[in-house]
């Protein structure tokens, strides 16, 4: 696609992925992704914000076949879908530098072997003049790595924030058309890299109340025209209580399982408690993920294999307990044909879900009606428990 202007000298640049479909050999992306980079032409410098892939490398060389002088590549994150394409911008480019955090220098480095008189580090705060454009370097740890900033281009009111307020989504539109569709895309990915760092976000955000943004130009997605929009939805998934959600990530082998499953939605449902039920034999962990920015409860149904959880079950508590999500309670329930210590290994695979345990249903065999009650009571428990705390 070529180069899209959104405002006097400022232009996306950047590589749409259309085909993609997983991330970090983990991530799904049903939709595809960008990777936007952006140029800024000043009256006196030219600054490069953030690069693309390395599998799109020569769409970005491409747009820049026509640009004979960039001075400032700024690099706002160093992870590879937005760095990798910065050494063989600067062997085009030789008098070039990359302009960056100091913990981004040193990982840039690491990463991609630039040479060390490549660098100018900034402090937070610090600007640099192109000219009649003033790139003001906004320090912001932790959007899901330790050396990340932000760059608002002062006098066009435009937020270069990389990652944050990103959504993996490939499309021709160069700002947001279909909200619904948009915040699905940028709520997937604040689930799969951001959650865990819920407390740095809380900070950015509020740092931010003090910028007068117009636009906000991430490094993937569609840009925002409408900043509200998204710094709102933000704001929902960092600082809201939970929601009377149950998420219930389960697989079953021979059916007992899913007997349970089925039998205790429909007494959550009959309680007034929202399910999410997700089948991990076939189920897209991006969704799961998603549901776990809101939910107040997981609980968690698996038959025993080889005495433990399910293996796909053992994978969806690890990423749970890695994702960190705000869930109040958790609980377990499934069978076991001769013997089971589910319970015991699921809950040493999450030390870092600090939720209260609802006393787990596990059985031998099919369920019966002593099983079903149990189940029933378990639904109580939640139901009560939710109204307690005022989670709607
Ligand atoms: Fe889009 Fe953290 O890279």
């Known amino acids: 696609m070529n180069a899209r202007q959104l405002k006097t000298n400022v232009y996306w640049i950047g590589a749409i992925d259309w085909d993609r479909r997983l991330f970090d050999a ?10 936007n980079a952006y140029l ?16 799109m490398i020569h769409v970005l060389m491409a747009h820049l076949e026509n640009v004979p002088a960039i001075d400032y590549v700024i690099a706002n994150h160093a992870e590879q879908d937005h760095a990798s394409s910065i050494p063989q911008v600067l062997a085009k480019y030789p008098d070039a530098k990359v302009v960056t955090t100091p913990k981004g220098k040193d990982m840039l480095i690491a990463l991609l072997l630039i040479p060390e008189d490549r660098f100018i580090t900034v402090s937070d705060g610090e600007t640099l003049s192109l000219g009649d454009k003033t790139l003001e370097f906004i320090h912001a740890p932790w959007v899901h790595w330790p050396e990340t900033m932000l760059t608002y281009l002062r006098e066009d009111k ?20 279909n909200e619904g569709q948009v915040y699905e895309a940028a709520k997937r990915y604040f689930a799969e890299i951001m959650m865990p760092f819920r407390t740095s976000i809380e900070k950015h955000l509020e740092k931010l109340n003090s910028y ?8 993937h997605g569609p840009l925002y025209d409408k900043a509200s929009f998204i710094m709102e939805a933000y704001r929902s998934w960092v600082f809201d209580s939970p929601k009377n959600i149950v998420v219930l990530p389960y697989i ?8 349970m499953v089925e039998y205790f939605v429909g007494a959550l449902a009959d309680k007034g408690v929202t399910v999410k039920q997700f089948n991990l034999a076939a189920t897209d962990i991006g969704k799961l993920a998603m549901t776990l920015v809101d939910a107040a409860t997981m609980v968690i149904g698996t038959p025993t294999v080889l005495v433990g959880p399910h293996p ?6 690890f990423l749970a307990n890695a994702l960190r999500p705000r869930l109040q309670f958790i ?15 699921l809950k040493g695979m999450i030390p870092n879900l600090k939720a209260e345990v609802l006393d787990p249903v596990i059985i031998k ?8 009650k149990a189940l029933d009571n378990l639904a109580s428990t939640i139901a009560k428990k939710h109204k307690e705390r005022g989670f709607a």
């Open 331 to 345: 609980s377990i329930i499934g069978s076991y044909g001769w013997g089971s210590k589910a319970v015991e290994q």
């Open 252 to 259: 079953s082998m021979h059916g007992s399982t899913q007997k």
């Open 312 to 317: 796909n079950i053992a994978y969806a508590a």
């Open 158 to 177: 435009i937020l270069f924030p990389c990652d944050l307020f990103g959504s993996h989504l490939a499309t021709t539109d160069l700002y947001v058309t």
């Open 212 to 219: 007068k943004i117009d636009t906000i130009a991430p490094s």
């Open 365 to 372: 065999g099919f369920p019966r009606e002593e099983d079903l």
């Open 40 to 55: 800024v032409q000043g009256s006196q410098k030219v600054a490069l914000i953030d690069t693309v892939d390395p599998s």
């Open 26 to 35: 983990l991530i799904p992306l049903p939709d595809g992704t960008s990777y």
